[in-house]
């Protein structure tokens, strides 16, 4: 049986990734996907913590993974439209590029 410092050892891991992808691209699409493997890390987490809880019965943290992964889907949704905006009137999906939101 898996421990759960494994599994908070793969949701550190991946968060790791996450930030580290967030924080260096340029392009607004891998950035994105830098902060969706944050908030998988997250939910990683709050399986674990629900797996090895004392009373596994009571499905808390799998309706907080649940929550969070509709929270992730409409964070994706509002994040690719925003992109595909800059990018219609910038021309680029580079975050450098684009650092005015004038209207």
């Known amino acids: 049986m898996t ?13 790791c990734i996450g930030l580290a992808g967030a924080l260096t691209r340029r392009n ?27 009373n596994p019965e009571a499905l ?4 907080f993974a649940i929550f969070s992964i ?5 964070e994706a949704a509002v994040g690719l439209a925003l992109i595909i905006a800059i990018y219609r009137h910038y021309k680029t999906a580079n975050v450098d590029e684009a650092n005015t939101l004038r209207g």
């Open 3 to 15: 421990s759960l410092a494994a599994y908070l050892t793969l949701s550190a891991f991946l968060f």
């Open 28 to 54: 607004a699409i891998i950035v994105l996907v830098g902060i969706e493997l944050m908030l998988n890390a997250a939910n990683l987490n709050f399986i674990a913590f629900w797996r090895f809880s004392e």
């Open 60 to 63: 808390t943290g799998l309706m």
């Open 70 to 74: 509709g929270i992730a889907a409409a």
